[in-house]
């Protein structure tokens, strides 16, 4: 979808269209999730901090995430594109991989079947898409991203190569800054100079894992296949600070609410997890991590803050203000496996789902800050994260 965000606002509210709209954090530490094609041209796009995103389009408007809504819309169009194929991988809310094999008759080749798409989806939600279709997952991605909005980008097989010769080496899935920077010193600019190298020097350069798989993408060579079954690799949530958070209690009070949001999402989708990671950042912007693995599958609030906390003393042992704090919950499993429950702590566990599963019934009714175990800690600039930070994986 193109600025899928923005978009949204702008259909839902007509006196924003043709206005630049920039959709994100609101605060001092906000981060712009989208804007509109009509912010772009100011300088402004996602990730950009919105302190200098305003400095950039001072007329702007300025907009906080509507995430439910933005999931209602992107719900309708995933129903449109599994009219066209049983075969659909969503990536996010505003992206997904579809695999028309076979649909020929019903649709008509390729171009045709993507125009058609692009029709009944902005037949149905009112919103433009942009496309691309290739032979492989990775090629379709980069031919989707090159002619926004509203683009269609067919690449033929046999042309992978020639088609991702003169693009970017920011275009390979996995190649980082520190990567990128590696290619550049070998001389490398462009994805031709990694097909140039070959696959012997390119092992030799960046290692038997990277170096294979950076000349395989190269040659636009992606053996992955659409799969609809994909499942969440982990449910967090992580909160940026608008004014940096002093104060242990302050902060375990935030904590705690971040594990209350995680224990309700893993309990809505019929999850628990065996892993709890814990994310901290300090101004000015350094960032530390820990990650615990739990002695049973849990979705339960109080466990999670109790593991969380436990991370959270020994990340921070002295007091220290923080500006983003974050919660992420993986090792993700179905709760129709079961799992073994000591003698010992079966009551106690049956009180705390108790207690969670009446807490999600308070909320439900009155709203997702009604209740909370006890600590009250404001969450500003949430966001949710189901994928790492909601980048497209690279290939397996």
């Not at 990730?47 to 509507?66: E, I, K």
């Not at 600019?189 to 960046?206: P, S």
């Not at 308070?362 to 909601?390: A, K, M, N």
Request: glycine share 8%.
């Amino acid at each position: 979808m193109d600025a899928f965000f923005a978009a949204v606002e702008q259909k839902d509210d007509p006196s924003l269209r043709g206005r630049p709209v920039i959709v994100g954090g609101l605060g001092k530490r906000g981060v712009v999730a989208t804007c509109s094609y009509e912010a772009r041209v100011f300088g402004v796009h996602s990730a950009q901090p919105t302190a200098v995103a305003r400095r950039l389009c001072p007329r702007g408007v300025f907009l906080p995430p509507r995430m439910r809504r933005y999931a209602e819309i992107s719900a309708r169009i995933r129903r449109v594109f599994e009219d066209f194929s049983p075969l659909v991988e969503p990536l996010s809310l505003d992206e997904a991989f579809l695999d028309l094999s076979g649909t020929e008759r019903l649709f008509g080749p390729p171009q045709r079947a993507a125009l058609a798409l692009q029709e009944a989806v902005e037949e149905a939600v009112g919103l433009p898409l942009s496309i691309g279709a290739a032979t492989s997952k990775f090629v379709a991605k980069v031919a989707s991203d090159l002619r926004k909005p509203r683009g269609l980008v067919l690449v033929p097989p046999g042309s992978e190569r020639s088609f991702l010769a003169p693009l970017p080496l920011s275009r390979l899935w996995g190649a980082g800054e520190a990567t990128r920077t590696r290619m550049e010193e070998l001389g490398l600019r462009r994805i031709g100079d990694l097909q140039d190298l070959g696959l012997e020097a390119c092992v030799r350069h960046l290692g038997e894992v990277w170096g294979r798989r950076f000349h395989e993408l190269s040659l636009g060579r992606d053996p992955r296949k659409v799969s609809p079954g994909r499942k969440a690799k982990s449910i967090g949530h992580e909160t940026t600070f608008p004014e940096n958070l002093a104060g242990r209690e302050a902060q375990l009070a935030v904590l705690c609410r971040l594990c209350e949001r995680v224990g309700r999402r893993l309990r809505k989708q019929g999850f628990t997890c065996g892993l709890l990671r814990l994310k901290l950042r300090f101004p000015p912007f350094v960032t530390r991590s820990r990650q615990i693995r739990l002695p049973e599958p849990l979705d339960e609030d109080r466990r999670l803050f109790d593991a969380a906390k436990r991370l959270f003393l020994e990340a921070c042992p002295e007091p220290r203000p923080l500006r983003l704090l974050g919660v992420t919950a993986a090792d993700l499993r179905s709760k129709e496996t079961g799992r073994q429950a000591s003698l010992f702590t079966r009551r106690r566990d049956e009180a705390g789902n108790r207690l969670s599963e009446a807490l999600d019934r308070i909320r439900d009714r009155f709203g997702e800050d009604s209740i909370s175990l006890g600590r009250t800690g404001r969450i500003e600039d949430l966001s949710e994260e189901e994928e790492p930070d909601g980048a497209v994986p690279p290939p397996a």
